[in-house]
């Protein structure tokens, strides 16, 4: 039975979901403000550990870290000039001239109020979206997801970083990787060349831990120590005016980054750019932008706030991850039995109902935890990575081990994490080599299914309305991401 | 240029295996004939590693077409040089560290690793990233074999632990 809202309220609010939540918050901002630790390591990096949670608990944690770290990236930004994440680089353009200027608390307090406002908008449209969304995708057989998962594959054009055919090249990567172990459907050995170890397949989860972690700390061993903003912050509240410009651009952020991230692809570091380049066109004085405009603050972490939210609606409702975060919350979900998409909101209401409303809750405690505690955020930029990075490669390692009690595991981990090193060195995108993974197989079966129905005809795939409709819809979708939506982010 | 054809090639191997292993997979497959499942597991495998063969030796034909850029680029990477040795070296450390794991067991390798690691990354002096690795051992092992009950390795210590 479905308990909605109101259930899923009172699942959320007894005391070890209310205790997941408030962690999965203060981890996210706690990742958010520290430069080099993003919430796709974290989450990577916690995932095994969760298996000894229980699912509610550690999906409201994982989600908590990642739109956590959408409230916790402009803390630095907004102080010292670095970004805690990469979807709040526009956010320095205007916050750290306010912080010059003497308005550091007007930044900080816009950043946190526009992020709230964008969490809470996303949370209930979140809300009335995915169960109904979860409705129409009842309707779905085998051909409609094989066109649904090949829509989600068009989220390796936006995830390339400026090179499709690298990004092409990693997915392609991922997908072979996947084939490796025992076929499911017809129980022969692929890609093992005779070894035993092989015969398991590669677990997505050390690959991830190796992807996200090991090659995060090697990336950022590289990099120094940062100084802690010691100036004043100034008024918290940004008054008259000031306040009203903030909080229309807050509006503006949030649609465009709301509608932005129902799209594959479409991570907050490029919604928040997009947002940026809107609110500066929009403008009555865009010569004014990056000279300390409370806009330029409001707009783009209003964005990244609301693009982490959405995309919890075509996870939720269809299975299908937007970003790495996402698809990382995804492998938490199969791990624990629950298969996202529209059966989650029939068999497991209650679970999904909780995890909604600790969304409600989880903005709450940010906005708290980023507005009166936000001098304790940023003194985090004296903790030294010389302390942080070995810890988090302790608990790659052990993370890694224990998702089958395998070395093999650890060992894959580790080439993972030079792997993964060596892209971010080489500009080799590394997300579409995890969406390869955990896309590759769900293609490959619903299209095996498909054909399985129709005895053989492709012809099933382009005579049924909603599968057709996807797959035009992909076509569409990959000129747009490359010709329009990624024109401005390569020019900024 | 030269990494780039290096990872070229390295895409190209890979796409290679692939569809050798496809090639044996459709003479054993087709034998049996499996109901209508025309793909089988080594059409789509082939079709994969078929698309890996082609992007990688585009990837190939675009990188030697690129030469001119590539060797400006040799000149900004060398700066870093002194860093890279220290990734080189973790990377090193890692590997070490996963087999030491399996032959001395997971206690006494992280009691060895994390001060190593700790030291690598700049805990000085010596004295304290011994200590502060220890401790972090000791509640690694707390957390992890103690409250979570993962049956780590023990290697060496099978006996006593």
Redesign the interface.
Same mark, same amino acid.
């Given at each position: 039975m479905d308990s909605g809202l109101l259930g899923g309220f009172l699942g959320a609010l007894n005391f070890t979901n209310l205790m997941y939540c408030f962690v999965g918050c203060v981890l996210g901002t706690f990742v958010g403000v520290l430069p080099g630790l993003g919430p796709a390591a974290t989450s990577a990096i916690l995932l095994p550990?969760t298996s000894?949670m229980p699912p509610s608990g550690a999906i409201i944690m994982l989600a908590g870290i990642y739109y956590g770290a959408m409230y916790g990236g402009s803390t630095t930004s907004i102080l010292v000039n670095v970004p805690g994440e990469a979807s709040s680089v526009p956010t320095c353009l205007d916050g750290f001239q306010m912080t010059k200027q003497g308005r550091a608390g007007e930044a900080l307090a816009i950043a946190a109020i526009g992020s709230f406002i964008a969490g809470t908008f996303g949370t209930i449209v979140l809300s009335f979206m995915a169960p109904a969304l979860a409705r129409v995708a009842l309707k779905f057989g085998p051909p409609e997801y094989f066109a649904l998962v090949l829509f989600s594959l068009t989220a390796l054009v936006g995830f390339s970083e400026g090179s499709l !055919?690298?990004g %092409?090249?990693a997915g392609?990567?991922g997908?072979?990787l996947a084939?490796v172990g025992i076929?499911p !459907?017809?129980g022969?050995q692929?890609?093992t @060349?005779g070894s035993v170890t092989f015969t398991g397949g590669m677990d997505v989860i050390p690959v991830l831990m190796g992807l996200f972690g090991?090659a995060e700390?090697?990336?950022s061993?590289?990099e120094g120590i940062l100084h802690l903003y010691e100036g004043a912050l100034g008024h918290l509240i940004p008054r008259g005016r000031e306040l009203v410009k903030g909080l229309y651009a807050s509006v503006r952020g949030t649609i465009s980054g709301f509608v932005l991230g129902l799209l594959p692809g479409m991570i907050p570091a490029v919604t928040s750019f997009l947002a940026y380049d809107i609110e500066k066109r929009l403008s009555k004085y865009p010569e004014k932008f990056g000279t300390g405009c409370i806009e330029g603050v409001a707009a783009p972490e209003a964005a990244n706030n609301a693009t982490s939210q959405a995309g919890f609606i075509p996870l939720m409702a269809l299975g299908i991850p937007t970003s790495p975060t996402l698809a990382i919350i995804l492998a938490a979900l199969m791990m624990y039995g629950l298969q996202p998409g529209p059966f989650l909101f029939l068999h497991h209401s209650d679970f999904a109902w909780a995890v909604i409303a600790s969304m409600y809750i989880g903005n709450v405690i940010l906005l708290i935890l980023n507005l009166p505690l936000v001098g304790l955020w940023a003194r985090l930029c004296l903790v030294?990575?010389? &302390?942080i990075?070995? *810890?988090v490669?302790?608990v790659c390692? #052990?993370g890694a081990?224990?998702v089958r /009690?395998s070395?093999f595991d650890? *060992?894959t981990c $580790?080439g993972f994490? *030079?792997l993964g090193?060596l892209m971010k060195k080489?500009h080799?995108p590394s997300t579409p080599l995890i969406l390869g993974v955990i896309l590759?197989p769900m293609l490959?079966q619903s299209?095996?299914q498909s054909?399985?129905l129709?005895?053989?005809s492709p012809a099933i795939l382009l005579t049924r309305p909603i599968s057709v409709t996807l797959i035009i819809l992909t076509a569409v979708l990959l000129v747009f991401i490359r010709k329009v939506l990624y024109k401005p982010q390569l020019d900024g | 240029m030269y990494?780039g054809l290096v990872?070229s090639l390295a895409?190209i191997f890979? =796409?290679l295996?692939?569809i050798a292993?496809a090639w044996r997979?459709s003479n054993?497959?087709r034998a049996g004939g499996?109901?209508?499942?025309?793909?089988?597991?080594d059409r789509? %495998?082939g079709f994969? =590693?078929a698309? %890996?063969l082609i992007?990688?030796m585009? /990837?190939l034909v675009?990188g030697l077409k690129s030469r001119k850029s590539s060797q400006r680029k040799r000149v900004e990477e060398e700066v870093?040089k002194v /860093?890279?040795n220290? $990734?080189i070296l973790?990377?090193f450390l890692? #590997?070490v &560290?996963?087999f030491a794991?399996?032959i001395l067991g997971y206690l006494p390798a992280?009691s060895i690793? +994390?001060p190593i690691? &700790?030291f690598i +990354?700049? #805990?000085r002096p010596l004295p304290k990233s011994i200590i502060?690795?220890l401790v972090?051992t000791a509640l +690694?092992y707390a957390i @992890?074999a103690y409250f979570?009950e993962?049956? %780590?390795?023990k290697g060496l210590l099978e006996n006593i632990l």
């Open positions: 550990l000894y !055919l690298k %092409l090249i392609g990567i997908m072979f084939c076929d !459907l017809s022969k692929r890609l @060349f090991v700390v090697l990336t061993a590289e030294p990575y010389r &302390y990075g070995p *810890i490669l302790g390692m #052990v081990f224990s /009690n070395l650890v *060992i $580790v994490g *030079i090193y080489r080799w590759g490959e299209l095996r054909l399985e129709s005895g053989g | 990494r990872e895409v890979l =796409s295996l692939g292993d997979l054993l497959v499996t109901f209508h499942d025309v793909i089988g597991p789509y %495998l994969i =590693s698309g %890996l992007c990688g585009w /990837n675009a870093s /860093n890279v220290l $990734v973790v990377a890692l #590997v &560290y996963t794991i399996q992280t690793f +994390f690691i &700790y +990354f700049g #805990v502060v690795g972090t +690694f @992890f979570a993962m049956p %780590l390795p």
